[in-house]
């Protein structure tokens, strides 16, 4: 709490002591409306994670996940630009899974491209999340100066992982610098670490039901062949 006056000699002892009486009566109700609101932080964090878990468990389609997990995520973390991308480390490739928000030009839903020079690999090799409070400042990646052109400024890149394995990596992108802070990234890895079983469950899935559909093919084909 700070004073000042017009007049000189205006606080001595006299209104040292009343000033510090009342402090003291104020300040616990200070700390009291602080606690309260991380309290009330706190649980609204907690219903949106709950929210997700529902989602995420409601489906083995993956598809019909990505928007609602979206859309919950962005009442804790708001974004102009989300993307999640799977990543297959083995050739190299990411694929856009999930967009919302400008699109780069050379890249659109659903398409699988090298994964070159990128935040998004950047993450990936150290399984860590990348955070930039401005890329406009500070242009890294050829992307930044895409992102830039519409805007965009702070970034955070959220490694997805499952059973010890990057599987993919979510990304958000904002319009307002330093959006993107320690708070933000421990929500974010929360609920990265929510959504990536369920991607890696829905592409085991995916994969079983192709094998079935071989397998039944193939079979179909040998009693063609032999009756």
Do not use: W
Not at 11 to 28: H, K
Not at 50 to 58: C, V
Not at 125 to 135: A, H, I, Q
Not at 203 to 214: F, S
């Amino acid at each position: 709490m700070t004073l000042r006056s017009r007049r000189v000699g205006a606080y001595g002892p006299r209104q040292q002591a009343i000033l510090e009486r009342l402090a003291s009566q104020i300040a616990p109700a200070i700390e009291n409306a602080k606690l309260y609101l991380r309290l009330q932080a706190s649980i609204k964090e907690k219903r949106v994670v709950d929210e997700i878990a529902g989602i995420i468990t409601s489906t083995l389609d993956i598809d019909q996940v990505y928007e609602k997990f979206a859309l919950e995520m962005q009442k804790l973390v708001d974004y102009d630009r989300i993307a999640i991308h799977t990543i297959d480390q083995k050739a190299g490739t990411s694929t856009l899974k999930y967009l919302i928000g400008p699109a780069r030009s050379s890249r659109s839903f659903g398409t699988t491209i090298p994964l070159g020079p990128s935040r998004t690999r950047e993450a990936l090799k150290t399984g860590l999340p990348l955070r930039s409070d401005d890329t406009t400042i500070d242009p890294q990646f050829p992307s930044d100066h895409e992102y830039a052109s519409n805007g965009m400024r702070a970034s955070i890149v959220i490694p997805l992982i499952c059973k010890g394995c990057v599987i993919g990596a979510l990304s958000l992108r904002s319009r307002r610098a330093g959006a993107y802070g320690p708070k933000e990234e421990v929500i974010l890895e929360r609920l990265a670490s929510q959504i990536a079983p369920a991607i890696e469950n829905s592409r085991l899935h995916h994969e079983t039901l192709r094998g079935e559909e071989a397998l039944r093919e193939s079979e179909e084909r040998y009693r063609a062949v032999a009756y």
